[in-house]
């Protein structure tokens, strides 16, 4: 097999063509996000339901989704200098707080779903 080319989107170099899935409710967090940047790809962080993880406090709500995104970003940003994305559901009722918590985590790409 012929080896993938890189790319450049903005001022980020992307080396490995790769972007993971951001699957919610607890598939795509840091582990895997990292694991994927570390490669040269795009590791994506899922904003969906990370409130419902025991670790934040497992009963939903908008202050437990956010803290869990917020713990997901710093925590795949210490185990990876790489390209780390979050994917958030535009059809959520805390959307705009998500959105917000994401950038001013600086996640390096944000990738908006609708239906």
Do not use: C, H, W
Not at 9 to 33: F, T
Not at 41 to 51: F, K, Q, R, Y
Request: no cysteine.
């Amino acid at each position: 097999m012929d080896k993938l080319k890189g790319f450049r989107l903005g001022d980020l170099e992307i080396s490995l063509p790769i972007v993971q899935g951001g699957m919610g409710v607890g598939i795509s967090l840091a582990n895997l996000a990292s694991a994927v940047a570390n490669e040269g790809g795009i590791g994506v962080i899922s904003s969906v339901g990370l409130g419902m993880l025991e670790r934040y406090g497992g009963k939903g709500g908008s202050r437990a989704n956010i803290e869990g995104l917020q713990a997901e970003i710093q925590k795949a940003r210490k185990l990876t200098s790489g390209i780390i994305g979050v994917n958030i559901m535009a059809a959520l009722s805390d959307f705009g707080k998500m959105l917000k918590t994401a950038i001013q985590e600086q996640a390096d790409i944000i990738f908006i779903g609708q239906e």
